[in-house]
């Protein structure tokens, strides 16, 4: 999954659940108890335009801090792996992700507080009509959406930080995404690795690129349509055959692989 699909999947779950939640706390407010919708319009449609610049300005200066530490630390991390000739990490591109959504419920903090200095007393009646306006319970539905956006980055975080391939000079070292545990094969147990230049993907359509499949005397394989990031198609011939080569071992060339040979 591209990190832009992976985006929008995300984007798209947490609108869901804010919705979910938004029906499951409405606004506490009743409109007889203070100004009503239409009075306090006129004083803060221009506010909220503003508080809602204010957020996604903020959001997207801390994206950027929060991506480098997210992305040095991943670099930390891979320092401590044993060494290989070749060691995959996934991309720093990939420590976006959260480091927006992480950076959205940072921003909402800074936010907050430029509101209430700018309004002072009116900020009460600013938050009476951002909840008559959104009919739902703003703190209530934060509460509980902070903590799932934060366990939904720390997951992401942990699978990040726990996925690589290390081919050293006597053994491969896979730690799939969804796993948090490796497999160490060593060299002497490849039996073959086998290429094509497409493959079945899981919709059923055809991709037409170069994909190399390693097949281990356990019976288990590893595809590099699932490897941490993406080498150029040089990179990998030279790896794979170099691989190969090392353990005695053919390349083998089939047509395509279907899903069941990945």
């Known amino acids: ?16 659940v804010v919705a979910v939640l938004a029906r499951r706390f409405p606004a506490r407010v009743a409109p007889d108890d203070g100004p009503s919708l239409e009075e306090l319009k006129p004083r803060f449609a221009r506010v909220e ?3 809602a610049a204010v957020y996604l300005v903020t959001a997207a200066v801390l994206t950027l801090p929060i991506w480098w530490v997210l992305a040095t630390g991943a670099e930390l991390r891979a320092a401590l792996l044993p060494d290989a000739e070749h060691t995959l990490i996934v ?14 419920v940072a921003a909402a903090v800074p936010t907050t507080a430029v509101l209430r200095r700018r309004l002072g007393a009116a900020y009460r009646d600013y938050e009476r009509y951002t909840a008559l306006k959104a009919r739902y319970d703003a703190r209530q539905v934060l509460r509980i959406l902070v903590p799932l956006v ?16 290390l081919i050293a ?5 896979i730690n799939r995404y969804f796993s ?12 073959e690795v086998r290429t094509a230049p497409a493959f079945t993907a899981p919709n059923g359509n055809t ?15 590893y595809a590099t349509s699932y490897l941490p990031r993406d080498p150029t198609p040089a990179e990998q011939r030279v790896m794979f055959t170099e ?14 692989f279907t899903r069941a040979d990945l």
């Open 49 to 51: 335009g503003l508080a």
């Open 150 to 165: 934060g366990a939904g980055c720390g997951v992401m975080i942990v699978l990040g930080l726990d996925f690589y391939l």
């Open 91 to 104: 991309l720093s591109l990939y420590w976006v992700i959260p480091a927006m959504f992480l950076a959205l």
């Open 243 to 256: 691989l190969a080569r090392r353990a005695g071992r053919p390349v083998v060339e089939v047509p395509i």
């Open 180 to 191: 948090l545990g490796e497999e160490r094969h060593a060299l002497v147990d490849l039996v």
């Open 207 to 221: 991709v037409h690129r170069r994909l190399y499949v390693l097949v281990f005397a356990d019976g288990s394989r």
């Open 169 to 173: 000079r006597d053994a491969i070292v």
């Open 1 to 16: 999954m591209s990190g832009f699909l992976t985006s929008l999947v995300a984007a798209l779950a947490v609108a869901g």
